[in-house]
């Protein structure tokens, strides 16, 4: 008989002491390739309150669609330097930012490219377990066929697709609603 | 890049329900449609992974990180991370944090009326050795009350946070320790339906890890969801 795996606990309020020392805001530090932008999260309630006390996990694959994992096992270049996690938390507005390169596409089921995406797992007092999503980017040919996007009815999709500055297309807003009718979709892996 | 073995998915009631009531701050953060169900991918079946530069020396021992020892009772927390088929997790990074002996966290939000320890941060680290082993030194938290409802106490607990080898393994939970009275009035706790999985989270009293003179021992084991050994294009289901 096998056991089974530990139950999952929310991180509570004070999760900064323990994972402070690994936030990770610079995903792709100098030197690594790729187009570099730059993301900034807001997460809401239900009551749209901004949520002082998130904290987000970032995971992704470098500019060629390349994973930092010995599973990762495509013919595309590592870098060395990039190993594709980001943790940050969200400050008393319920912001967070990160600056990284935008992922290439990874292969999904049946083989067919995803769409450029972050895998994101989102953390905080009153969730008592992670919850999974992935932010997308705005105007992706990709998006149009991405085997997950697909999953998803259509109108809740572009909860999941971050908006392009209007000054700076380089500059991603994303808002994370945790409810109301904006919801965002979250995943159950 | 061929058939992916996803991960299994929990086995139903061992984890918690996002919506749980009597957690208050569930209420408004509780995501109310169901999730979207998907199948693991490339991007689910790796991960994050951490290495020795990633670690800072000693800190798997929350005593020593000031001038002077930290007070209240010094414990010994110590046990294996293994995947639900009993394999170990080698190498895996073990992130911990907890209040003072008094009940008092380091942190600017904790305004409970209890004293700081000058001589304890409260943030350990470590990593599994070759047979997923891990070890912290540090003393034993006090419980602290929060405002959930009425003269709610949480019992005593040590935040632990694990990634294991995918982005699917990531957990994050709560140790507690044998005998707390405060379990059973404890809403997070008893959030999770499996009485068996919630007793899981109670730690041990480990004799042989207790060392003479100084500190009691305490064993824990981290489970992390197990692999399906069969590739799949659908997630499986249960
Ligand atoms: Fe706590």
């Avoid at chain 1, 096998?2 to 990770?24: C, D, H, K, N």
């Avoid at chain 1, 990039?82 to 943790?87: K, L, P, S, V, W």
């Avoid at chain 2, 991007?43 to 000693?58: L, M, N, R, Y």
């Avoid at chain 2, 393994?169 to 499996?194: K, S």
Wanted: glycine share 8%.
């Amino acid at each position: 008989m096998r056991s089974l795996a530990t139950t999952w606990q929310t991180v509570g309020p004070y999760f900064r002491i323990g994972m402070e020392r690994l936030m990770v805001a610079d995903i792709a530090g100098e030197g690594v390739e790729g187009q570099r932008i730059r993301v900034q999260v807001r997460v809401l309630d239900g009551d749209d309150v901004p949520i002082p006390d998130a904290v987000l996990e970032v995971w992704q694959a470098n500019s060629h669609g390349k994973y930092a994992h010995p599973e990762d096992t495509q013919d595309k270049p590592l870098e060395q330097r990039f190993r594709g996690y980001g943790r940050i938390g969200t400050d008393d507005d319920g912001w967070l930012r990160f600056d990284t390169v935008k992922p290439g596409p990874v292969p999904g089921p049946g083989d067919v490219d995803q769409a450029p995406h972050l895998v994101v797992g989102l953390m905080m007092r009153g969730l008592l377990k992670r919850l999974v999503t992935r932010m997308y980017f705005p105007g992706e040919v990709l998006n149009q066929t991405d085997p997950i996007l697909m999953l998803v009815e259509g109108a809740r999709r572009k909860t999941l697709v971050a908006r392009a500055g209007v000054e700076d297309v380089k500059v991603l807003t994303w808002e994370i609603h945790m409810q109301g009718k904006d919801e965002t979709v979250f995943f159950e892996l | 890049m061929g058939l992916i073995a996803p991960y299994r998915r929990p086995y139903a009631g061992t984890q918690p329900e996002y919506l749980h009531a009597p957690y208050v701050s569930t209420v408004k953060r509780a995501p109310t449609r169901p999730l979207v169900a998907i199948p693991q991918t490339l991007s689910e079946v790796t991960g994050p992974h951490f290495g020795k530069d990633d670690i800072v020396q000693g800190a798997f021992d929350l005593t020593k990180q000031h001038a002077g020892e930290p007070l209240g009772e010094r414990i010994v927390v110590s046990g294996r991370v293994l995947d639900e088929d009993g394999r170990p997790m080698p190498h895996t990074l073990v992130e911990i944090w907890q209040c003072n002996a008094a009940g008092r966290y380091l942190h600017k939000r904790d305004q409970h009326n209890a004293p700081l320890d000058p001589n304890f941060t409260g943030q350990g680290h470590t990593m599994t050795d070759e047979q997923g082993r891990y070890r912290f030194v540090t003393i034993r938290p006090g419980e602290y009350p929060w405002a959930n409802h009425y003269n709610a106490w949480r019992p005593a607990h040590i935040h632990f946070s694990l990634f294991g080898p995918a982005f699917a393994t990531r957990i994050i939970t709560q140790m507690y320790f044998p005998g707390d009275p405060l379990l059973p009035f404890d809403p997070i706790y008893n959030c999770t339906a499996d009485v068996a999985a919630r007793e899981r989270l109670i730690s041990r009293f480990d004799w042989e890890t207790t060392i003479p003179q100084e500190a009691l021992g305490y064993e824990f084991d981290v489970i992390l969801l197990g692999r399906d050994a069969t590739p799949t294009e659908e997630p499986k289901r249960r």
